[in-house]
């Protein structure tokens, strides 16, 4: 089946930081990815929508200056953390529909962050 | 938009019961449920899906089942084993979004 990568598995950083969580579309091109967090024991919770050359779609309550979405090729989107503190920490998790959509959605390792 | 409900929060077997989660939706445009399977700190997995033209889908110990009077539908799990352990998610697509809407999830312990 399709693969998403996701990189890097696991950052600490310092608060005051800004992290870059990269995903990738290994074997198809996504036009449109999807950004997750996920706090320990809780579901899934879509931040934002990336679109491909084209600005990203947030969800309620996201703060678009605060996770910078870049979505600058077929096959990679990009998420920043900027100036990241303590609340910040969490799993973040991309996915993408395969290129055919037959519906499934294909999920990147995930991401987990933790800020000092 | 779609609202996914899902129960139990938890549920806890012996190894070679069975184990049945239920989610309803409230969209009834949605035509896709998938099953995500997630161990600790890894990435979601789909185990099985059912789309809206079939009532019922089964892969070896796994089924699920859809009512689309009721707008719901259940994932069951048989003969489970102390791997089986882990969370599941339901989730629906509904023909006007983007993307998923993800039931709370469901923490299956087996126990050996």
């Known amino acids: 089946g399709a693969v998403v990568s996701q990189h890097p598995s696991w950052v600490i950083c310092k608060s005051g930081t800004s992290v870059k969580i990269e995903c990738r579309s290994l074997?198809?091109?996504?036009?449109?990815m999807f950004w997750y967090r996920q706090f320990p024991k809780q579901s899934l919770m879509l931040m934002a929508t990336?679109?491909?050359?084209?600005?990203?779609?947030?969800e309620q309550g996201v703060e678009k200056d605060k996770f910078l979405i870049n979505h600058a090729s077929l096959t990679l989107s990009t998420l920043t953390v900027t100036s990241a503190h303590p609340e910040d920490s969490s799993f973040y998790i991309c996915?993408?529909?395969?290129?055919?959509?037959?519906?499934?959605?294909?999920f990147g390792e995930g991401s987990r962050l933790t800020v000092l | 938009g779609e609202n996914v409900e899902q129960h139990p929060s938890t549920l806890s077997v012996q190894e070679g019961d069975s184990a049945v989660i239920k989610c309803t939706y409230s969209?009834?445009?949605?035509?896709?449920f998938p099953w995500y399977k997630q161990e600790l700190g890894k990435r979601p997995q789909l185990i099985i899906d059912?789309?809206?033209?079939?009532g019922e889908k089964k892969d070896q110990r796994i089924a699920v089942t859809l009512n689309k009077t009721a707008k719901h539908f259940s994932l069951h799990i048989t003969e489970t084993q102390p791997e089986d352990s882990a969370v599941y998610f339901c989730?629906?697509?509904?023909?006007?979004?983007?993307?998923?809407?993800f039931g709370k999830g469901t923490m299956l312990l087996v126990s050996p």
């Open positions: 989730a629906a697509l509904s023909p006007g979004y983007s993307t998923l809407t």
């Open positions: 059912i789309r809206s033209n079939v």
């Open positions: 074997d198809f091109q996504a036009t449109t």
């Open positions: 969209d009834s445009a949605s035509n896709y």
């Open positions: 996915s993408a529909f395969s290129g055919s959509h037959t519906g499934e959605l294909f």
């Open positions: 990336s679109n491909e050359g084209s600005k990203a779609t947030y």
